[in-house]
């Protein structure tokens, strides 16, 4: 099969253009004939819903947590991109998408990438007008910080809780559309399976976490916007709850899957303290805004870090990055500080963190600037660590973060079974091997309230005459069978270990192996060794309870399972791609200086997966990348 | 160290509950509170006893998920903080710890810790957002708004929806949170235009779910993990009355 990205014909800059002018419409009166289902309610599902509903379409919206305005886009804390160049320091439209593009390490679709700087702008109009409280000077317009892998300054933000902020606003308008009976809202419901019928996806089987009852609903176009799945390391920045079910079991009935081992490792998290410990938190990268990060130059060393005088610390990303200094990109940044703390430099009584170091920021600008900027920031730190890291630096790590890899769809955002959608973190699209901060919150509201209206509508345009479907139909039987079969199995067993004892391993194991350095050794031994963990799995898990009641153990087993699986597949994916690009470092592919060396000869595509069955290895279908705007050079930010 | 827990365990709604003891050792002051009650669920389930469900999810202080009553408060002994951001440290070996659900007839119990919600989203539905669809934002500085003005604006939205205002009120009522959207909003140009009918609305659908009346206890602000103030309430009745008024 080859894949067709559908992008539209003409020059770079207007491609958007004239998908709009030739996308189909429907008619208002058909639109509340045709059924959508949205799973997810974070930025990019609570928006497409919101919209969708909005036009006239029925709309049904599910989420796992206890409300919408749960879901993890709240956690995004630094800031969201967009062009306006309000600071007049040289941004436009290319330059945002170059920025990007290159950020991403060319390794994603020139036309994504351009339509997401395009509708960045309005973003910022919809967000104010839902009265999002963005940071503004004293004159009364909108201000903006910058953001790691930039030299400009285009990062809009609400103090510390940019995503929450975002995400409450279109949570609202989600609200407005329940109360105007255009969307219905599932919390508490967790989709186990996807429905597909003639080819196309037509409905999702979901469980009602409060009772255990199983499901079954209908619609003419089903949109993942589930999230990433970061927490399959366990160790994260992740909330507890985000996992890779709707995705990972659409895999299994068709959607391709696309570079799933790229995820990024945020280089200012909380270092892990003990082995009970169940998340890392993370600090906003806009700390590195004023903040400085170094080890001591000397080890071992025992002394505090505000007893270091100057001359003895190693402001390494300043003295690898000059360009950039400590404002490198995430991935760089990361892999910079796991080369100091491996090399024993470390600090922290771990031995596996860095400092970030405010007291310059602060004898310049005074305490009080600094408070503004950050305080809930310095706040969550002194929460967490008991520190006040306005009299002494804070000790950072790297964490699992963001998966750039998710669910292949073209330039609608439709994956390779028709009628499927995927939106933010949850598809492969417009960040490529690395994605730079504050893009992320852009893209989920970009493809959600943007992009979804035009393309599911030119979807539907199909579809007006196909009519709703019963659920008594044969495949949601089927479907529902085998999601039955699957809750059952893992009843069933009954061993000795817990589905956390199994994620903790798990989680480990690619930490070592397709985490920050990836090697061939390296990964050809964790695929065996998840294989082992994964039978191990089957024979030894304990879940207790039964599956017609509440049962979170259930719920956790079912995405450990999940995991168990996706876990192989980015092995395989990092394994077969013999390069260094963005988050993806092999270790056999660097330069002396120990920079990672890309090789667009041979690995200049997207690497989407092809389920092949139960035990199967998946085939690899590559998407070629052509890059008719921009020079692909090597991303240097030195 | 060594906690001796009194956990409220409940099967659903309709099914009494009672507290009952668990003892566990090895507790580390580094944990946090929400991983001290998952290494008991560990010892739960290896035992072949049930876990005890409760809410979280981000696991950061943001996402509003978590909140326990723990020795008789919202979230715990330190103040500001949600269950998710309190650690052992602060407590000591041999103490005995009170686990129990957050309190409020509006907060139905679904099983052990996990609360019933949703009457924050019906509240929020009855009014808590701006009336404008996707598409029609004019643009983003064609309104300016002072620094002060955002930045208050900014100290009511900030508001996570967990909860710990009306279980720590002894009427349970949920003026602190639907006071802050409204307040959020009402000081705002784009919120504005709708305060009238969005306060009237919105106390409406507080008085139809089973919260209490607000008694100016201000045992909310207290408790609440965003320092929102009940200066937020006050600018609630102020809008109800003007809006009473107003409607004349």
Known sequence: MEL???????????????????????????????????????????????????????????????????????????????????????????????????????????????????????????????????????????????????????????????????????????????????????????????????????????????????????????????????????????????????????????????????????????????????????????????????????????????????????????????????????????????????????????????????????????????????????????????????????????????????????????????????????????????????????????????????????????????????????????????????????????????????????????????????????????????KKLRADFYKNLKVPGSEDEMNGELEKAGRIADYLEIAELMCQDALTREESCGAHFREEYQTPEGEALRNDEKYCFVSAWQYQGEDQEEILVPEPLHFENVELTVRSYK | MKIYLKIWRQTDAGTPGKLVDYELDNVIPHMSFLEMMDTLNEQLILSGDRPVEFDHDCREGICGQCGMMINGRAHGPVQHLTTCQLHMREFKDGDTIYIEPFRGAAFPVKRDLRVDRSAFDRIIQAGGFVSVNTGQAPEANGIPITHEQAESAFDSAACIGCGACVATCKNSSAALFTSAKIAHLVKLPQGKMESEKRVLSMVAQMDLEDFGHCTNTEACEVECPQSISVLNIARMNWEYTLSKVLKK
């Open chain 1, 4 to 530: 067709n990205a559908k992008i539209p014909p003409g020059p770079l800059k207007d491609k958007w253009s004239f998908y709009k002018d030739h996308a189909r419409l429907v008619n208002p009166a058909n639109r509340k004939k045709l059924d959508v289902i949205v799973v997810g309610t974070g930025l990019s599902g609570s928006a497409a819903a919101a919209s969708l509903g909005e036009m006239g379409y029925n709309v049904k919206s599910f989420c796992f947590q206890d409300s919408a305005r749960r879901a993890h886009s709240v956690a995004a804390q630094g800031g969201v991109n967009a062009m306006k160049n309000y600071k007049n320091d040289g941004d436009s439209v290319y330059r945002m998408f170059y920025d990007t593009i290159k950020g991403g390490d060319f390794r994603s679709r020139e036309a994504n990438v351009y339509r997401l700087a395009e509708c960045s702008a309005q973003l910022i109009d919809q967000a104010v007008a839902q009265g999002v409280p963005f940071g503004r000077e004293y004159g009364g317009y909108l201000n903006n910080r910058s953001f790691g892998g930039v030299q400009v300054s285009r990062t809009f933000y609400a103090r510390g809780q940019t995503g929450q902020q975002l995400l409450l606003g279109s949570y609202q308008a989600l609200m407005r559309q329940v109360a105007a009976k255009t969307v219905t809202l599932y919390t508490r419901h967790e989709m186990l399976d996807l429905v597909i019928v003639d080819g196309k996806a037509r409905g999702v089987i979901v469980r009602n976490l409060d009772t255990g009852e199983i499901e079954r609903h209908s619609a003419h176009t089903v949109i993942l916007a589930t999230g990433g799945f970061g927490k399959i390391y366990y160790l994260s920045t992740l909330a507890m709850g985000c996992n890779a079910s709707a995705i990972w079991r659409a895999h299994k009935k068709g959607a391709f899957m696309a570079c799933p081992s790229w995820t990024q490792v945020h280089p200012t998290s909380l270092p892990q303290s003990g082995s009970y410990q169940s998340k890392l938190t993370l600090m906003s990268e806009s700390l590195r805004n004023d903040g400085r990060i170094w080890v001591p130059l000397h080890s071992p060393e025992n002394r505090k870090p505000n007893d270091i005088p100057e001359e003895e610390r190693d402001y390494y990303l300043e003295r690898r990055y000059p360009a950039f200094g400590n404002l490198a990109p995430r991935d760089i940044s990361s892999r910079a500080a796991k080369e100091r703390i491996d090399a024993g430099f470390g600090v922290g009584p771990q031995l596996n963190a860095v400092y970030l170091d405010f007291s310059k920021a602060i004898k310049e600008q005074g305490q009080g600037k600094i408070q503004e900027k950050y305080g809930n920031l310095f706040d969550m730190y002194r929460k967490i660590t008991d520190i006040d890291a306005y009299q002494e630096p804070m000790m950072i790590s790297p964490a699992a973060h963001f998966s750039m890899g998710g669910l292949w769809v073209d330039y609608e955002l439709m994956t390779t079974i028709p009628g499927l959608f995927a939106l933010g973190e949850a598809n492969f699209a417009d960040h490529g091997a690395n994605r730079l901060g504050a893009n992320s919150l852009l893209q989920a509201c970009v493809d959600g309230y943007f992009i979804a209206p035009y393309t599911i509508s030119n979807y539907l345009a199909g579809e007006i005459k196909t009519p709703r479907l019963s659920t008594d139909d044969q495949a949601f039987v089927a479907a529902e069978v085998q999601v039955r079969a699957q809750l059952g199995k893992l009843l069933e067993i009954n061993g000795t270990k817990t589905a956390d004892q199994y994620h903790k391993i798990l989680g480990k194991l690619l930490y070592d192996y397709c985490g920050l350095s990836r090697s061939s050794a390296g990964l050809t031994k964790a695929i065996a060794e998840i």
